[in-house]
């Protein structure tokens, strides 16, 4: 059947795919799981970053075909998609394996990748006969261009993870197997740093990536890091020389 399982580790959300029958493809239930899950987290202020991983050495081979509802399907992997882009919090894709189909919509739905050397990434609807969602198919574009999108579209060939980081696709390499690890470290430095400036990042980056950013938000979020506790603290944890205890969070 498959399970989406989160846990907590202090201030990061660790979503885990579980499927590992399928190379944890991802059921229907699931891909209704993870927009879920993402209200949870977004509603949570405790926790300031999230990362998403798959169970054992695999992070998501796709959909799992034979179990889909063909009158449904087409929303569930674009609800979940969406509900990571929209998050306001940072989130992390750690790649151990397989990342095809399904699995690289989610994977672009997220702020940053970190995938293992031996990782590979392959988008198949050529082999179905089927059209990929225009969102992810977007946000590929946006990651790598229009000229390695239509390559992966038109061929249905696997890039392996070198390849990957070269055109975009993912933003770092690890050794096989410390994928997660890699993602935890780098959210654990997010977390400790201010909220403030990194909902402000995230909203202002995608906005202008889809050329959609008005100057209210730009202007909102500089007003309010000028009246926020973080400010100070920063300053003063800069001329102390020590780490500074950032205290903003959402109303």
Known sequence: MGSVDLHRDGGIAVITLSNPAKRNAMTDPMWRRVPEIMREIDADPAVAVTV????????????????????????????????????????????????????????????IRVAASDATFAVPPATLGIVYPVSATQRMINLMGPAVT??????????????????????????????????????????????????????????LVARDLDAETAIGWVQRAATSPDRPEGMAAFRERRAPKFTWRPD
Do not use: W
């Not at 992070?59 to 399907?73: E, K, Q, T, W």
């Not at 997660?180 to 995230?202: C, D, F, I, N, V």
């Open 150 to 207: 239509k390559e992966m579209l038109f061929t249905a060939a696997r890039l392996d993870a070198r390849r990957a980081l070269d055109v975009g696709l993912v933003n770092r390499l690890v050794e096989p197997g410390r994928a997660l690890t890699e993602a935890m470290r780098m959210a654990e430095r997010m977390a400790g740093l201010s909220q403030l400036t990194l909902r402000a990042s995230k909203e202002i980056v995608d906005g």
């Open 52 to 111: 998403i991983t798959g169970a054992g050495q695999v992070f998501c081979a796709g959909s799992d075909i034979g179990g889909l509802d063909d009158l449904n399907h087409a929303e569930y992997p674009i609800a979940a998609e969406l509900a990571l882009a929209n998050s306001p919090k940072p989130v992390i894709a750690a790649i151990e394996g397989p990342c095809f189909g399904g699995g690289v919509e989610l994977a672009v739905g997220c702020d």
